[in-house]
């Protein structure tokens, strides 16, 4: 494979910290690389210098003669005055563009909902981020560096961009670098893996999968101090193995070695035993959705957000959202907190519920803003429990990424991503059942959400998730939710059932777009097309439907023991198990019938 840049002992240091030190690497053709790290490591920095954007204090940058580069960075500098259209082919004649396949996927895949002959300087930032990555993609460079290109984007964008990726350039040709918080993008199109820590570039094969294992190998290596962070990448790395859809044929690593690590390590959950705490703290009656319905007023009458919405929410449920932007995700949430009166229908709660919201602001922090993180820590509780143990609030900001040091630092000079685990820290601390989670990815790099996903694992109470990401979403929730046209539907195929519906319905499709700039398709091209692709969804969702079965055939034989080893005096406690097992089976019986379904029809 040919080199195309290279760095040559590079250092780098900002005033208050070493960010790079002598780091040696190179990239060539056919390279798809993931960049981890905390955040303030160092990951948009080294994407900056191999940009050559910025220069570093000593060594240098070299690039093959004539090498087209390119950078999304996250500043999206858009003149006002440009239309869509203009940002994103320029001056390029109308008919040229529209009559290249590649650019009309592009504008479908990312601007499908947007009118190209719109002024940028009215578009929201997501859509103006939305502009920039595909003005880029637009281009053909040899290499492309993406910092966080999936924010701003739904879960079709973020599975659309994937796909862009894998198939833009033929096998060794052209060369990716991307900074991203999405593990499951990480996988998905990365092939090698540079951490950024301690002034450092430790490079790993394999996406994220394989680079958790290697981590996983080099953490059991090191020193006693490092045996915290051990602990929860053997965690991470189990969850991997054992539940995450299509991990184990992609990274090439040694799944013997994965299995003997993850040998003795239990259930990332034991949801038997929080749906039981939860149902201790809470009673029986969580949440019930009758009947909801939700409009907004519009000049020529009212504009319909939800219909009908009927949904039951029990003690312990963990239950994902999913929807494309503008579906009212945050409005459903915003009904159930009680922060926003629906237009009909009924909601009931239960008198013990208590309902705590991790929204995509911090706007809770801006009254202690000037006060220190010690100070706002000392009026909350003085212990916390997770996972059968007693935690200190100091131990809990250990876990998430604080320093002994940085407790007396003023809240206000906090970054983002500390702010959101400071704001995760509190709510936990005030102990409520019900915990609403809208978008909680927000700033936190890869480290930090697997510490927070580790907190919640032993949180027993009821959790809500509204999020693009689905790494996350198939992490802590056991179960999904679409929002659709409005209305609320069961996904028992998971994150695969709703790309699928989306497919099916999605109006940002290539084929709009070629009949809107006057090009064309055949019929049998446009069917084949669709076929290939409806097969593909349909194996996909037979897989996520099996897994899930085995998850609950797992869970009646839980509740079978349980029931044997249970006092049989105890007509209440047998009732209760006797319940979970009823809704389990039938769960069960309605995934069987799905999956018989469905299997019928990818024959």
Same mark, same amino acid.
């Given at each position: 494979?040919?080199?195309?840049?290279?760095?040559?002992?590079?250092?780098?240091?900002?005033?208050?910290?070493?960010?790079?030190?002598?780091?040696?690497?190179?990239?060539?053709?056919?390279?798809?690389?993931?960049?981890?790290?905390?955040?303030?490591?160092?990951?948009?920095?080294?994407?900056?210098?191999?940009?050559?954007?910025? /220069?570093?204090?000593?060594?240098?940058?070299?690039?093959?003669?004539?090498?087209?580069?390119?950078?999304?960075?996250?500043?999206?500098?858009?003149?006002?005055?440009?239309?869509?259209?203009?940002?994103?082919?320029?001056?390029?004649?109308?008919?040229?563009?529209?009559?290249?396949?590649?650019?009309?996927?592009?504008?479908? #895949?990312?601007?499908?909902?947007?009118?190209?002959?719109?002024?940028?300087?009215?578009?929201?930032?997501?859509?103006?981020?939305?502009?920039?990555?595909?003005?880029?993609?637009?281009?053909?460079?040899?290499? $492309?560096?993406?910092?966080?290109?999936?924010?701003?984007?739904? =879960?079709?964008?973020?599975?659309?961009?994937?796909?862009?990726?894998?198939?833009?350039?033929?096998?060794? %040709?052209?060369?990716?670098?991307?900074?991203?918080?999405?593990?499951?993008?990480?996988?998905?199109?990365?092939?090698?893996?540079?951490?950024?820590?301690? #002034? $450092?570039?430790?490079?790993?094969?394999?996406?994220?999968?394989?680079?958790?294992?290697?981590?996983?190998?080099?953490?059991?290596?090191?020193?006693?101090?490092?045996?915290?962070?051990? !602990?929860?990448?053997?965690?991470?790395?189990?969850?991997?193995?054992?539940?995450?859809?299509?991990?184990?044929?992609?990274?090439?690593?040694?799944?013997?070695?994965?299995?003997?690590?993850?040998?003795?390590?239990?259930?990332?959950?034991?949801?038997?035993?929080?749906?039981?705490?939860?149902?201790?703290?809470?009673?029986?009656?969580?949440?019930?959705?009758?009947?909801?319905?939700?409009?907004?007023?519009?000049?020529?009458?009212?504009?319909?957000?939800?219909?009908?919405?009927?949904?039951?929410?029990?003690?312990?449920?963990?239950?994902?959202?999913?929807?494309?932007?503008?579906?009212?995700?945050?409005?459903?949430?915003?009904?159930?907190?009680?922060?926003?009166?629906?237009?009909?229908?009924?909601?009931?709660?239960?008198?013990?519920?208590?309902?705590?919201?991790?929204?995509?602001?911090?706007?809770?922090?801006?009254?202690?803003?000037?006060?220190?993180?010690?100070?706002?820590?000392?009026?909350?509780?003085?212990?916390?429990?997770?996972?059968?143990?007693?935690?200190?609030?100091?131990?809990?900001?250990?876990?998430?990424?604080?320093?002994?040091?940085?407790?007396?630092?003023?809240?206000?000079?906090?970054?983002?991503?500390?702010?959101?685990?400071?704001?995760?820290?509190?709510?936990?601390?005030?102990?409520? !059942?019900?915990?609403?989670?809208?978008?909680?990815?927000?700033?936190?790099?890869?480290?930090?959400?697997?510490?927070?996903?580790?907190? =919640?694992?032993?949180?027993?109470?009821?959790?809500?998730?509204?999020?693009?990401?689905?790494?996350?979403?198939? %992490?802590?929730?056991?179960?999904?939710?679409?929002?659709?046209?409005?209305?609320?539907?069961?996904?028992?195929?998971?994150? /695969?059932?709703?790309?699928?519906?989306?497919?099916?319905?999605?109006?940002?499709?290539?084929?709009?777009?070629?009949?809107?700039?006057?090009?064309?398709?055949?019929?049998?091209?446009?069917?084949?097309? =669709?076929?290939?692709?409806?097969?593909? !969804?349909?194996?996909?969702?037979?897989?996520?439907?099996?897994?899930?079965?085995?998850?609950?055939?797992?869970?009646?034989?839980? =509740?079978?023991?349980?029931?044997?080893?249970?006092?049989?005096?105890?007509?209440?406690?047998?009732?209760?198990?006797?319940?979970?097992?009823?809704?389990?089976?039938?769960?069960?019986?309605?995934?069987?019938?799905?999956?018989?379904?469905?299997?019928?029809?990818?024959?």
């Amino acid at each position: 494979m040919a080199h195309l840049l290279g760095v040559e002992d590079i250092t780098l240091e900002f005033p208050t910290k070493q960010v790079l030190s002598k780091v040696r690497l190179g990239l060539a053709d056919g390279d798809r690389v993931g960049l981890v790290g905390r955040n303030g490591d160092g990951k948009s920095t080294l994407l900056r210098l191999l940009a050559e954007r910025i /220069e570093p204090d000593s060594g240098k940058v070299v690039h093959r003669n004539g090498l087209q580069v390119s950078l999304l960075d996250q500043a999206d500098a858009l003149p006002a005055g440009q239309t869509i259209r203009d940002a994103v082919v320029g001056d390029v004649p109308d008919h040229v563009w529209a009559s290249d396949p590649r650019i009309r996927d592009i504008l479908a #895949g990312l601007l499908g909902d947007l009118e190209l002959s719109s002024d940028v300087a009215g578009l929201s930032g997501g859509q103006r981020r939305r502009i920039a990555l595909a003005r880029l993609l637009v281009g053909e460079p040899e290499v $492309i560096m993406l910092d966080e290109p999936t924010n701003h984007l739904d =879960l079709e964008g973020v599975t659309w961009l994937a796909e862009h990726l894998k198939r833009r350039w033929p096998a060794n %040709r052209g060369a990716l670098l991307v900074v991203t918080h999405d593990r499951w993008f990480l996988d998905e199109v990365c092939t090698s893996t540079w951490e950024v820590h301690d #002034g $450092i570039v430790e490079p790993f094969e394999g996406g994220y999968a394989a680079y958790v294992l290697q981590r996983v190998e080099r953490d059991r290596q090191a020193a006693a101090t490092e045996a915290r962070r051990q !602990n929860l990448m053997r965690k991470e790395l189990a969850w991997l193995r054992r539940g995450a859809p299509a991990r184990t044929s992609k990274p090439k690593f040694r799944i013997e070695a994965a299995n003997e690590l993850i040998r003795s390590e239990p259930p990332v959950r034991d949801s038997v035993e929080l749906s039981r705490m939860a149902t201790a703290r809470l009673g029986k009656d969580v949440l019930e959705l009758h009947d909801v319905t939700k409009s907004y007023p519009a000049e020529d009458g009212e504009i319909p957000v939800l219909t009908g919405i009927d949904w039951m929410i029990g003690p312990g449920d963990r239950f994902g959202l999913l929807g494309p932007n503008g579906a009212g995700k945050s409005t459903l949430l915003k009904i159930i907190t009680g922060e926003v009166e629906p237009s009909g229908g009924r909601i009931k709660r239960g008198k013990t519920v208590q309902v705590a919201v991790l929204s995509q602001q911090l706007s809770e922090l801006d009254e202690v803003a000037d006060e220190r993180i010690s100070d706002v820590i000392g009026r909350k509780r003085t212990s916390y429990v997770t996972g059968g143990k007693e935690l200190t609030p100091g131990q809990l900001l250990e876990r998430l990424g604080f320093t002994s040091a940085q407790l007396a630092t003023p809240i206000k000079d906090l970054s983002g991503g500390q702010k959101r685990r400071l704001q995760l820290l509190l709510i936990l601390l005030d102990e409520p !059942n019900v915990l609403v989670m809208d978008e909680p990815t927000n700033d936190l790099d890869t480290d930090m959400l697997a510490a927070m996903e580790d907190l =919640l694992d032993t949180w027993p109470g009821t959790l809500l998730v509204a999020s693009h990401d689905r790494y996350l979403l198939e %992490r802590i929730t056991d179960h999904q939710y679409a929002l659709l046209d409005g209305q609320l539907r069961h996904l028992p195929g998971g994150v /695969e059932q709703y790309l699928q519906l989306r497919s099916g319905a999605d109006s940002r499709t290539s084929s709009e777009v070629e009949t809107s700039s006057g090009g064309s398709r055949s019929s049998s091209e446009v069917e084949t097309s =669709l076929s290939a692709a409806e097969l593909r !969804n349909l194996r996909k969702e037979v897989g996520a439907i099996e897994r899930r079965m085995e998850k609950v055939q797992a869970l009646i034989d839980t =509740l079978h023991a349980r029931m044997a080893d249970h006092d049989h005096a105890d007509y209440t406690g047998l009732a209760g198990l006797n319940e979970e097992l009823r809704i389990a089976e039938s769960e069960l019986g309605e995934l069987e019938e799905r999956w018989l379904e469905l299997s019928e029809q990818a024959e």
